[in-house]
């Protein structure tokens, strides 16, 4: 009887597995991203803005002498002048020279505020998330205590113990009483996270826990956090102004939106234009972080591109 070969059986090579970034926040996301018409009008916009804050005077010298605190009465409400389109204040000041100034202020405020928030919800939604039992059960009773002190509420009075309210405090107070939902929100991604597979390989061969906090687990829970911080920007931006108009947030010698809005409110009926310069450029900033943050929110949340 002929001999029959052995049958061998062909093992196919094991696939590799890509190092590359998900599909959710790989390049073909950042395409979509940069093809929003929306994304590219919120960002033109909020760099000029920026652009205001952080080199003023080049701009506030397009119209006048482009110095906000060179007031003359005797243009007191003046509507337009050669070289001033946008008129004159109550004190005679250049509005447009103190709207652009008036940007520094209230930009600085909201990205303080929101920067020294960031920092306390990533603590407390890493400790809340990666330590578990008592740690996350503090973490989450000190959560629902600042919760439970409405925002500006809890504002006005902090910051009605202070004489003078300058872009640091503020920017303080706003920051500390608003971390507890960018929290929430870390607890949650830092807990969906530390039961992803690489999580639980990388504790299996005995990686400290430093090293898989650091590589592992912030890198793939902070996303959702850093969007909803991009739009806390914004609602920073609106509480100054909203505390500055009551007379509890920025005060003089500082020049912000909200002083601006405070003191036109005051001449509106004789003088509406003085209000209507800093109010856009709020009304138009605080839109621009909104949209973007929601391009962000849209492209980067898979749930949202369905």
């Not at 209230?106 to 990205?111: A, D, F, H």
């Not at 107070?173 to 929100?185: D, E, I, N, T, Y």
């Amino acid at each position: 009887m002929p001999d029959i070969p052995p049958v061998t059986a062909k093992i196919p090579a094991p696939k590799t597995t890509s190092t590359s970034l998900p599909q959710s926040t790989g390049p073909s996301v950042w395409r979509l991203l940069l093809s929003r018409p929306l994304f590219w009008t919120s960002s033109i916009i909020l760099l000029i803005m920026l652009a205001f804050a952080i080199a003023p005077a080049p701009f506030a010298g397009l119209f006048g002498n482009g110095d906000p605190r060179a007031c003359d009465l005797a243009d007191s409400k003046v509507e337009s002048a050669p070289g001033h389109p946008f008129g004159f204040d109550l004190q005679g000041c250049d509005i447009w020279a103190g709207a652009v100034y008036g940007a520094q202020a209230s930009i600085s405020v909201g990205l303080l505020a929101t920067g020294i928030a960031l920092a306390i919800a990533l603590v407390m939604g890493l400790l809340a998330g990666m330590g578990g039992g008592i740690a996350d059960w503090v973490v989450s009773r000190l959560t629902d205590v600042f919760l439970g002190f409405p925002f500006l509420l809890a504002a006005i009075v902090v910051l009605n113990m202070f004489g003078t309210r300058d872009v640091l405090t503020v920017g303080i107070v706003l920051g500390v009483f608003g971390w507890p939902m960018m929290a929430r929100l870390m607890r949650a991604s830092v807990r969906s996270v530390t039961k992803a597979d690489h999580v639980l390989a990388a504790r299996t061969m005995g990686l400290g826990v430093g090293r898989i906090v650091t590589r592992y687990v912030v890198p793939n829970a902070v996303q959702p956090v850093m969007l909803m911080a991009t739009l806390t920007i914004g609602g920073v931006i609106v509480a100054e102004s909203t505390l500055t108009y009551l007379g509890i947030g920025l005060s003089s010698p500082a020049i912000s939106w909200g002083l601006q809005i405070a003191a036109g409110s005051r001449v509106f009926q004789t003088a509406p234009h003085v209000l209507v310069l800093p109010s856009i450029m709020l009304a138009v900033t605080v839109l621009a972080i909104v949209a973007l943050g929601e391009e962000l929110r849209t492209v980067f949340d898979p749930r949202e591109r369905r």
